[in-house]
Every structure is written in C-alpha cells, then in structure tokens.
C-alpha cells in the first residue's frame, strides 16, 4: 500500500510540474502484460519515441496505474476507456497513449511465450475523449520464450510510436458512449448508433412500394449522400408513463397524458404537437440534470431519424442495399399498420408476432417501432427535397433547435407511419410535413441524445 501511494504521488508530481514547465502531461499505460516491470519498461521506451516530436511531459506507468488499470477491466477483458478517461482527467493528463499486448488469437492477457507477439496502440486526447490515431503491430520475437532483449522492447516502442505518428487519425469519439453511464432509471432506454454516411432519401429499387398496381414513390433517385456523426437515440418511442413521469407536475396544457388512446402505460404518447414536445424534453432536461450540460436530450434531425432506422452501419445486414421497412422488406415482421394493428397503437416493442427470432420486431439496431404504431417528429423543418452532400443531417438546425432548418417553411417533418395507414406510410423513406401545433391520436416521437 505504501508503494502504491508512492507511486501516486509521483504520478501527480510529474503532471504538475509538466503543467507548470507549460507542457502538456502525457501517460503511456501498457495493458494485457503479466509482468508490471516489464510493462513500465516498453511504456518508457514508447514514451521516449513518441516525445521527440511531441510537447509533453511523459509520466511513465507505476505500479499503482496497473493496479487502477486492472479495477477499470470489463469481464471481457477489454478496458473501459469512460472510466480511464475519467481517471485520467483527475489526475491532470491531457493525454493517454494506451497500448495493449494481445495474443495471435486477439485476446488478452498476453504470457510473452509465442515468437509471434500482437500489439495495438491508441492516443487519447482525454478532454475531448477522442481518439485521434490508432496502430497496430505484429512483432516476430526470435529470442528465447518469455524473454525480450532491451534492442526488441526498443524496436516494437519504436514502430508503435512511428505507425501512431504518421497514421491516419480516426475520429473516434468516446464523449458520447461515456454519457450512457449517467442515464438514470428515470430516463428513458437509449441505443447507441455509430456514426457513417448512406444514401438518405427515396432510393428506387430500396424504397418502391406498390399498393393496387401503383407504383407509390421511388420512380426517380430523390436521394443525397449524408454524414452523421455518433449519438444515441431512444430504443423505444416514448411511452404514456414516461411523458406522464415528466410532467406530472404541469397545471397548464401541455397535459400529463394528452393521448386519445390510454389503454396502457407502455404504449406511445400521442396527439401530441411539436411544441408540446419541445416543453416535455425542457422539463426532461431540467428533471435530469442535462440542461446546460451540452448533452441534452432532443429530438432527432431527420438525418439522424432515418439512419438510424435503417440499421446505421448494419444497414445492409438483413437486406441487400437496405431493408424498405425499419429492419426488414416485410412490414408485418416490423410494424403495427393498418392490417395488423386493429385501430388501436401498441406497446412498444412489442411487433413480434410472425418475425423469425433474429428479427425480434426491432431493426439490426434493436430499436423498435420505427416503421409503424405512430408517426414520429424530427427536429426539423420540412424540406422538399434533398440538399447534396449534406452532412450531420440534410437540414441544418441550430444547437437549441429554435430555428431547425435552413429553409424559412413553417412546417415540421414527420417520419415512420403509423397503426391507421397503409404500409406505404411505414417506408423508411416515407415523410410528411404537418405544422408544429398539429396533433392527432397517431403522433408521438422518440429522443436522441449527443
């Protein structure tokens, strides 16, 4: 125990005094090793490597890292980079280059006992919890089993250094995986959705739909190339109990269960309107302590809506170019419509019945009801058609989504069907543009989270 404080001392020592020479403090943690030694050996060397180039102060590994390292594993062994960047940030690093030592198989816990000997090496900008550049190494050891000669460990800190130096950087942004550690029990199920670019929009081939021998869209592309970044967005829409829960406490419209059809709490809230949405998610913030924070809760630009219904970068798992529904080309296998939902919105999550077990109701995802049980509003203003090249969504919207659109249209958009209408209307692609105080008993919304 007194080592180990020792070595916390030290640790915190050499931030500060990089702090104060006006450097930035930088630690190279090694993981995967079964000597801690040996471990504080290859993290000076990459250390060294890496500081030639770079203005900081490296603090090398201690035993006491390792020790904090090992309480930060998940049972599979991977590391939870939230809780390290969380660690590293008290501690006054401004960044971490983080190497792990695996097997050939890719696990770790690496013996040092194989001639072949796996390493992968991350730099983590630790405010920004991003992760600029990554590399990974294949070593061939010829020296005897479980021993490296110093000119080895020199070699491999010195190609990891290299590779991370002159590799593409990879924006890879832990900020938005790490919120899902403060969600409470109060807020509502999130999925997270990697970030990528597809083709939003009407595509023909993907997005055609015929209903009594007309064709119903998709004649012409009305398609564009957009790319969202990482968020989270509700798994479900939000239910009867959940608008209840919120704004339970309001004397004055919006009310705290304004929907038509109240047969049960797991249900989607309905007849509400744009506005009414934008008072729920204030008072969701406020109740959640998001307000202010950067990271609140909103609803989803269209961009966002439809990439994440289409299965995001499992878009193309169950379908070839893209399932027409939100996780399948059979809409009873996804969605409460007409045919199936006997005039009435559903719980959520519930679309199970004739979809094989991989299916489940939800899309590649597991988010649910995005095709079907009630329409859904985005944040933003309706456009008629798409803008090329788009990025983030194909409609800009301000941070506080007071003025969501670059267009001057009063309407708002709204996307997936609903349980009255035909399966058309549950088309990923499908879209319409009420005025942001229209209500009825078949629109509702989901939230996302960035």
Avoid at 40 to 54: K, M, Q, T
Avoid at 123 to 145: E, K, Y
Avoid at 355 to 370: F, K, R, V
Wanted: a negative charge.
């Amino acid at each position: 125990m007194k080592k180990m404080l020792i070595s916390l001392l030290a640790l915190l020592l050499l931030a500060a005094q990089a702090q104060a020479a006006g450097k930035e403090a930088m630690a190279v943690l090694v993981v995967g090793v079964d000597s801690w030694m040996y471990g504080d050996v290859l993290a000076h060397y990459v250390g060294e490597e890496l500081n030639r180039s770079r203005q900081y102060a490296m603090v090398t590994r201690e035993k006491f890292v390792q020790t904090k390292l090992k309480a930060l594993r998940r049972a599979s062994g991977d590391l939870d980079i939230c809780e390290l960047c969380d660690w590293a940030e008290a501690q006054g690093l401004s960044q971490v280059c983080l190497v792990e030592a695996k097997k050939r198989d890719a696990t770790t816990l690496f013996s040092f006992k194989h001639e072949t000997q796996a390493y992968s090496a991350r730099l983590i900008n630790v405010a920004g919890r991003r992760q600029p550049c990554s590399a990974d190494l294949t070593f061939h050891h010829s020296g005897a089993p479980g021993k490296m000669t110093s000119a080895e460990l020199t070699k491999v800190a010195w190609e990891l250094a290299g590779r991370l130096q002159s590799s593409s950087c990879k924006p890879v942004s832990y900020a938005t995986r790490c919120l899902i550690a403060t969600f409470g029990a109060s807020e509502p199920a999130m999925v997270f959705v990697e970030g990528g670019t597809f083709d939003m929009g009407c595509k023909k081939g993907r997005d055609d739909a015929i209903y009594e021998g007309l064709n119903l869209g998709c004649e012409n592309n009305d398609t564009s190339v957009v790319s969202v970044s990482d968020f989270w967005i509700g798994k479900y829409e939000v239910t009867q109990a959940e608008w209840r829960e919120v704004m339970k406490n309001r004397t004055s419209a919006p009310l705290s269960n304004p929907s038509a059809h109240k047969s049960c709490d797991s249900c989607p809230v309905e007849q509400v309107s744009w506005d009414d949405v934008q008072i729920f998610l204030d008072s969701l913030n406020v109740r959640t302590g998001r307000k202010g924070s950067g990271h609140e809760y909103r609803l989803p630009t269209e961009g966002q809506w439809e990439y994440a219904a289409r299965g995001g970068r499992e878009m193309n798992k169950r379908c070839a170019g893209g399932c027409r529904y939100s996780g399948s080309d059979t809409v009873g296998h996804v969605a409460w419509y007409i045919d199936n939902a006997e005039g009435t919105p559903h719980g959520v999550g519930m679309r199970k019945t004739g979809a094989p077990a991989e299916i489940d109701g939800g899309n590649e995802l597991g988010i649910h009801d995005m095709s079907g049980n009630v329409w859904e509003w985005c944040a933003d203003s309706w456009q008629e058609s798409l803008p090329v090249g788009a990025v983030e969504s194909p409609y800009s919207w301000d941070e506080a989504c007071n003025s969501c659109s670059g267009s001057t249209t009063s309407t708002r958009t709204v996307r997936g069907g609903s349980y009255n209408l035909l399966a058309n209307d549950s088309r990923v692609a499908s879209r319409e543009s009420p005025t942001p105080t229209f209500f009825v008993p078949h629109l509702g919304f989901r939230v996302v989270l960035r």
